[in-house]
């Protein structure tokens, strides 16, 4: 099974133990993007990925490279242009103080400017079974949100499997009129087969109403005519912070119980619940086991640090089978 993701890659710069920027004096550096966290994981599951992206073509794109062929993640789809790539500053929460992400311009990065020129679409989709693509490219720029649609539409027309997570950022799309987003979310969605997304999604971006979101998932999943929709609800108990699942599959609602979460990096956990469904897909598991397994490997990415997912399947399958050991040895 081969899995390739279309998506932006970003520098991360982190102050070091929890500091606001405003006290440190030192950052940590990594490479980041949906795509590229997700084929991490995939890559640490044993599967084969690659990432298609364009990144600058200077010394921190090669440095961003070199990051991603770390992460078991091939980068033989990556193109080289211009000078700039997006950034963000985590400044990392602790306690009751959340975490806060501060964007760069990414609207002129090297993939924020890459258009459909850039890309030779119809050889990557016939060399990929699963392609993703991130909800995001729908904003960054007219030209990215093109490439974006052209690759789910030949996708779906060569019957590949098309993966398509909303990740909807109000931040990104304050310049942009809202019914212009929900127009091009419309636009791809008919190509899907897997979506990844909430309830905020479908009652703000594409207007559903108010109902019991049970009932708003089913309608979704057959307006769209969908394989698989999937997500992660958020909650707390007295003690902790707390995240379940669920997943919509031959019109039935599966949903997971509630985990308990020990946060050190919440950055990122999102793209490894997708990462386990995936798996999940591709194994071709029961719906239950399926959503049990993303919601695991999310669970297990908030006591990670960085965005990429980098643990082994072996230990989803342990956290699961309840086996939490202090050391293993």
Known sequence: MKIVAFGEVMMRLTPPEYKLLEQSSQLDMSFTGTGLNILSGLSHFGYYTSLLTRLPK??????????????????????????????????????????????????????????LSDYDIEKIVDEYNIIHICGITLSLSKSVKEVAIKLAQVGKEKGKI????????????????????KNAYKQILPHCSIVIGGERDLLELLNYPVDLFQNLALQFVKEFDLDFFAGTNRGSSEHSQ??????????????????????????????????????????????KKIIEFAVASSVLAHTMFGDSFIIDKSMVDSYLEGNQMNVIR
Request: negative net charge; aromatic residues 12%; hydrophobic residues 35%.
């Open 58 to 115: 200077n010394h921190i794109g090669k440095v961003a490279a070199g990051q991603i062929r770390k992460l078991g993640v091939q980068d033989s789809n990556i193109q080289f242009g211009d000078q700039h790539m997006g950034v963000y500053f985590l400044e990392m929460g602790y306690g009751v103080r959340p975490s806060e992400v501060t964007y760069m311009d990414r609207s002129n990065s090297a993939f924020g400017k890459s258009t």
């Open 162 to 181: 098309i993966c398509f997570d909303f990740n909807y950022r109000p931040s990104l799309n304050k310049n942009i009129n809202k019914e212009e987003i």
């Open 242 to 287: 707390t995240i379940s699942g669920f997943v919509v599959h031959n019109e039935e609602y599966v949903v997971t119980t509630e985990h308990s979460l020990n946060v050190y990096d919440r950055i990122g956990t999102g793209d490894a619940f997708v990462t386990g469904l995936l798996t999940g897909i591709i194994e071709q598991w029961a719906d």
